[in-house]
């Protein structure tokens, strides 16, 4: 495996195909790409009971 390489890919596909044992340092995952759902961030109240405000953070769709 090259050092310092960024792939861009699947990371199973690239992990089977390129890794050795104890040679990763670093493996960032996004959440998945087109899931067509809307996130949003969820409050509590001062209590810490679940409250029913919320905002949307993002919404994973392509445009």
Not at 15 to 37: E, G, M, Q, V, W
Not at 48 to 53: D, N, R
């Amino acid at each position: 495996m090259d050092t310092n390489v960024l792939y861009y890919s699947d990371n199973l596909e690239i992990l089977r195909k390129y890794s050795t044992d104890s040679s990763i340092d670093l493996i960032y995952l996004d959440p998945p790409f087109n899931s067509k759902a809307t996130y949003n961030v969820l409050f509590k109240e001062p209590t810490g009971e679940p409250s029913q405000a919320q905002i949307t953070a993002f919404e994973d769709t392509w445009h």
